[in-house]
C-alpha cells in the first residue's frame, strides 16, 4: 500500500512538473510560476515521504523509475527560466573549430562566421526581452540568445570540455535538446550512484531526496546547468575517499574543475584526518588535477583562462554586501560591514569543527554542513547552486537542508515580481534556516535518548534470525549494550557477522 501510495503521488509530482516546464512565465508571470514550483516541491514532499515508508525493495525500483520520469519532464521545452545553456552551446562550437573559449566573447565580430539563426536570431526574435542586442559585422544590430555576450567565459576546463563532447556527438539540429539531454542523463546516472553508495553505507532510500527533487528536472535537465556534471563527480569522489584517497581526490579534482563550487566538499573529505600524509593524499591529487586541466586551455589561449570570474564575483555583490541581497541573514542581525568577517568566522568554525569531529567513513556527513551552512550565509539567488546540496542530502539523510534548496528556487523564481523579491528571498532562507536548527535539535534530543538505551534486562542484543531479509539494519558492535555505530546500513541478508539489533 505505501508503494502505491508513493507510486501515485511520483506520478501527479511528474504531472505537475510537465504542466510548470511548459509554463513559460519567467518574467511575465513569476507570480503565477512560483505558485506552480511551490505545488511541485509540496508534491515532492509527500511522495518523498510516503516511499521513505516502503518496504527497501520496493523503493528502491520505484525511486530509480520515478526518477527517469521526473529527470524527462525537464526536456518538454526549451529552457525556461536561464539562457546559461546557450553560452555552453557556443562554447562547444568555438572549441570545435579549433578556437580557445577564453579568447573571444560571444559578440566579438572575429567569430561572426560561427554564428546562426538559433544562437544569434534576428526580426521579430530580436523583441524578446532576455534578448542580448550585439553589433554584426558591418555594424548592423543583432541579437542573441547568450547572456552577457560582451564578456570572456567563465567556465572551468572540465566543463568546457563537456560542452566540446556534447557539440561533437550532437546532430546539427540539435539545437538545446543536446545538452538537455546530457542533464537528464548524468541526473539519471546520479540517481543510480546515489543507490550504489547508499546500498552499503546507508538506506538507499535517502536516495529519492535528489532523483525526485524538483531542482533536478528543472536546473539539471531544463536548464541544463553543468553544475550536474560536478555533482555526480563530487558524489562519486566522497564515496571513493574513504577508501582510496588519492583516487577520490582525483575525482574531487574533477567536480572542482567543472564548477568551482565542489571545493565546499573537501573538508567532509579530509573528515577525521589525523595526519598531514592522509590530507595531502587527498588535497594533491585534487590540485594537480584541476592544473592539469587548465594546462592545455592555458598553452592555447591568448587571453587569461580565468575569463569574467573576478567579473562575475564583482557583479554578484560578494565583496561589497551592501550592493545586493547578499549575505541576507547576517545583515538582518549584522552591520552590512560586519557581514564579510562573519561569514570568514563561521565558515572557519564550521570546517574546524568538521575536520575534527567528522566521520571518515562517511565524508559526505561533514560536507553538507560546510556546504549548507555557505548557502545560508551567502543566500546566492541562483537555484541550481543548490543541486550540490541536493544531492548531499540523499547521501546523508538530513532532509531538512532541503529546505535551503527550496529556498533558493523561491528567491530565483520571484526576481521579477513587482513585489519586493528580496524580501521573499531573504524570508525564505530564514524559514529555511530555522528547519536547519530544529532538526539538529530533535536529532540531538533523539540521540540523546537512544544513547540511554534500554534497562539492562530488557536491552540484550540478539543476532538477527529468520525472515524480512530485505530489511535494513545498522551496523552496530557486537557486546555494546548501546548499539553504538559502526557507519552505515546493511540488508539483513548481506550483514557481516557480530550485526546485532
Excluded at 543476532?463 to 559502526?486: F, I, M
Aim: net charge neutral; glycine share 10%; aromatic share 8%.
Amino acid at each position: 500500500m505505501r508503494s502505491l501510495t508513493a507510486g501515485v503521488l511520483v506520478a501527479g509530482l511528474a504531472s505537475v512538473l510537465a504542466v510548470t516546464v511548459r509554463k513559460d512565465g519567467y518574467i511575465t508571470d513569476p507570480g503565477g510560476l512560483a505558485w506552480w514550483y511551490a505545488v511541485c516541491w509540496i508534491l515532492f514532499a509527500a511522495a518523498a515521504l510516503a516511499v521513505r515508508r516502503a518496504p527497501v525493495r520496493h523503493a528502491v525500483l520505484l525511486i530509480v523509475a520515478g526518477g527517469i520520469a521526473v529527470a524527462a519532464t525537464g526536456l518538454l521545452a526549451p529552457p525556461r527560466t536561464s539562457t546559461d545553456s546557450y553560452r555552453y552551446a557556443w562554447d562547444g562550437r568555438v572549441q570545435a573549430a579549433g578556437i580557445s573559449p577564453y579568447d573571444h566573447p560571444p559578440a566579438d565580430p572575429e567569430l561572426a562566421d560561427l554564428r546562426d539563426d538559433w544562437l544569434f536570431p534576428t526580426g521579430a526574435e530580436c523583441e524578446m526581452p532576455e534578448r542580448a542586442r550585439i553589433a554584426g559585422p558591418k555594424g548592423e544590430v543583432h541579437c542573441t540568445r547568450i547572456n552577457r555576450p560582451g564578456v570572456h567565459t567563465i567556465y572551468p576546463p572540465f566543463a568546457e570540455g563537456y560542452f566540446l563532447l556534447v557539440h561533437a556527438v550532437s546532430p546539427d539540429d540539435a539545437r538545446h535538446k543536446a545538452l538537455q539531454t546530457g542533464g537528464a542523463l548524468i541526473a539519471v546516472g546520479t540517481t543510480v550512484a546515489l543507490v550504489l553508495v547508499l546500498r552499503r553505507r546507508g538506506d538507499p532510500r535517502t536516495a529519492v531526496y535528489w532523483a525526485w527533487c524538483p531542482a533536478v528536472p528543472l536546473e539539471a535537465v531544463n536548464n541544463a546547468h553543468v553544475d550536474v556534471l560536478g555533482v555526480l563527480l563530487a558524489v562519486v569522489g566522497l564515496a571513493v575517499v574513504v577508501r582510496r584517497r588519492v583516487e577520490g581526490g582525483v575525482l574531487l579534482g574533477a567536480a572542482v574543475a567543472t564548477k568551482l563550487l565542489p571545493a565546499v566538499v573537501l573538508p567532509g573529505a579530509l573528515a577525521g584526518v589525523r595526519r598531514w600524509r592522509d590530507a595531502a593524499a587527498v588535497l594533491v591529487p585534487a590540485a594537480a588535477l584541476v592544473a592539469l586541466s587548465y594546462l592545455p586551455y592555458v598553452l592555447l589561449s591568448n587571453s587569461s583562462v580565468l575569463g569574467y570570474l573576478s567579473g562575475y564575483t564583482e557583479e554578484e555583490g560578494y565583496d561589497d554586501p551592501s550592493a545586493r541581497n547578499r549575505y541576507a541573514l547576517l545583515r538582518l542581525v549584522l552591520p552590512d560591514s560586519w557581514a564579510l568577517p562573519a561569514v570568514v568566522v563561521v565558515t572557519v568554525v564550521v570546517v574546524g569543527y568538521v575536520l575534527r569531529r567528522g566521520d571518515p567513513e562517511r565524508p559526505w556527513s561533514g560536507a553538507l554542513p560546510v556546504t549548507g551552512t555557505a548557502f545560508l550565509l551567502l543566500t546566492p539567488g541562483y537555484s541550481w547552486y543548490a543541486l550540490l546540496l541536493v544531492a548531499l542530502v540523499a547521501l546523508d539523510g538530513r532532509w531538512e537542508w532541503l529546505g535551503v534548496a527550496a529556498a533558493g528556487a523561491a528567491k530565483y523564481v520571484t526576481v521579477h515580481l513587482d513585489a519586493d523579491g528580496e524580501t521573499i528571498g531573504t524570508t525564505a532562507y530564514a524559514l529555511a534556516a530555522v528547519a536547519v536548527l530544529v532538526g539538529w535539535v530533535l536529532r540531538r534530543w533523539r540521540g540523546g535518548q537512544a544513547a540511554a538505551g534500554p534497562p539492562a534486562d530488557e536491552g540484550a542484543l540478539r543476532p538477527v534470525a529468520g525472515k524480512h531479509q530485505d530489511r535494513l539494519l545498522p551496523l552496530v558492535n557486537e557486546g555494546d549494550s548501546q548499539g553504538s555505530r559502526r557507519g552505515g546500513f546493511c540488508f539483513v541478508a548481506d550483514c557481516p557477522p557480530g550485526v546485532l539489533r
